[in-house]
């Protein structure tokens, strides 16, 4: 095969003579799949590419059949394609969605059959929880060296209450989830409610004035801190320092239930001992 390439060269003249040039093809052509495999051995064995953060949002997001997670990255200048496994995806305590600020780890190869280059995603995270997660790391270690967790803090909840009080929002599931519970454990037990909201800037010192309450007003015999599932930002109210030393300071035992069976807050470290399963 020739390769013809035309150049103009000189000053322009009456008959715009061009010169001739040709290029005998290299012996080191690559055919496009020995091309996209050699990108994907670059990438992939390069240590900054396979170990990368990356903060962005979410757009074109998909889920199929399979489980797996097929979305875009997009900041206001760029974007990244990226795919998350079935099985990874599944351990995310969040549910992604179009429009999302999130920030993802994992790292870079190509799709070979498109040619696509993509971030493969081990792990994700709501834009901003690795600030709060440093947060929160600070407040537990700060009130565990003060004692706030430890054993011997904890009270034993009474097997027989007479007296329950519910801190918790009045409109939210998980009062009606605590009260269908009560019916069918206590059902001649006394239920009271403290409300106050549980999420936002108002949550925790209004958490903190409904515990107090219900310790002034009615000496309950245990006490049920609780609201539904969430992002880290709904449930970061029961991370709140006012909110753990009130749980702590609580003349009556504090059963906290926050979020789903995975979400850990402070205020669950500093719980009481019960006698049975609630």
Known sequence: ????????TGKPRNDDLMETFSFIQPENILTVSELTGYLRQVLERDEV????????????????SS?????????SSASVRCVMWRNTAARLNFSPREG???????????????????????????AGEGALYQ???????LLDAEGLFDLERKRMIPERPQTIGIVTSPTGAALQDMLNTIRRRYPV???????TAV??????????????????SVHPDVILLGRGGGS???????????????????????????????????????????????
Do not use: C
């Open 199 to 216: 999420q936002g800037v108002d949550a925790p010192p209004g958490i903190v004035a409904a515990l107090a309450k219900i310790n002034r």
């Open 135 to 141: 947060e929160f790391l600070r407040l537990k270690a």
């Open 232 to 278: 880290i930002e709904d449930l970061w109210a029961f991370n709140d320092e006012a909110v753990v030393r009130a749980v702590a300071a609580s003349e009556a035992p504090v059963i906290s239930g926050v979020g789903h069976e995975t979400d850990f807050t402070l205020s669950l470290i500093h719980i009481s001992e019960p006698t049975r399963p609630y």
């Open 100 to 126: 999302m600020a999130v920030e993802a780890h994992g790292g870079m190869s190509v799709y070979e059959v498109s040619g696509q280059v993509q971030l493969y995603v081990d792990t994700m995270r709501p």
């Open 1 to 8: 095969m020739v390769l013809l390439l035309y150049l103009k």
């Open 67 to 75: 489980g797996h997670l097929y979305f875009t990255l997009k900041d």
């Open 49 to 64: 590419l396979q170990d990368l953060w990356v903060a962005g949002e979410i757009s074109n997001f998909s889920r199929p």
């Open 189 to 195: 037990a006394e239920v009271v409610l403290s409300p």
